[in-house]
């Protein structure tokens, strides 16, 4: 494609209700906790509980994010249609293999009623907009944070690395013209988010 065509954004392979993809995101952020307090509890070898805590940070990552958007959405009276399961919606923002890796893993994607969108105030939709990767980056460095906490092996490197790993993130969501955070700043400027 040329650079100066948009890449087409990857099709859905599964669609929930709103009822259906919040239930399974609690189901996932449930499960994630859990996983990280029984790793930190489990009189195993160290490997299962590295296993475990990798598991269950891997967990609360994929179920933050969209339910982040939804959450505040509602709040601020946005209306939903949906959740889609899809791999990442801007492969082009990453390098080379971990764009691979990113266009195969299942991301939630919650999808937006388009009149409820368009009579939304642009600090409804910036709120919107930006509450997927804040609660991204509060739901992973908590997790980070507990297995460090819990002296877990590994704990304090998958602390810091969910530290680089928010920051980097919102750098690139807000930067990235289709990334949350800058959508959100755009709408507050009084731009069309892309």
């Not at 891997?58 to 939903?80: E, K, M, N, P, T």
């Not at 893993?105 to 600090?123: G, L, R, W």
């Amino acid at each position: 494609m040329s650079a100066n065509l948009p890449i087409p954004r990857p099709p859905f392979w599964m669609r929930l209700s709103i009822v259906n993809g919040n239930l399974l995101q609690a189901a996932g952020l449930l499960i994630g906790a859990l996983l990280l307090y029984i790793a930190a509890h489990a009189t195993t070898i160290a490997v299962i509980q590295i296993v475990l805590m990798i598991i269950g940070w891997v967990a609360i990552y994929l179920c933050s994010h969209a339910s982040g958007h939804w959450l505040i959405g509602r709040l601020v009276g946005i209306q939903f249609k949906g959740y889609g399961i899809r791999g990442t919606d801007h492969p082009e923002n990453y390098l080379v293999g971990m764009r691979q890796l990113m266009q195969i893993v299942p991301f939630f994607t919650v999808m937006t009623e388009k009149d409820s969108m368009a009579k939304a105030s642009a600090t409804a939709k910036a709120l919107m907009f930006a509450a997927g990767e804040t609660s991204t980056s509060i739901f992973e460095i908590a997790a980070g944070w507990y297995a460090w906490h819990a002296n877990l092996p590994g704990g304090g490197i998958l602390f810091i690395i969910s530290i680089i790993w928010a920051v980097a993130a919102t750098f690139a969501t807000a930067t990235a013209p289709k990334g949350d955070y800058a959508k959100a700043i755009k709408v507050l400027r009084g731009q069309r988010a892309v």
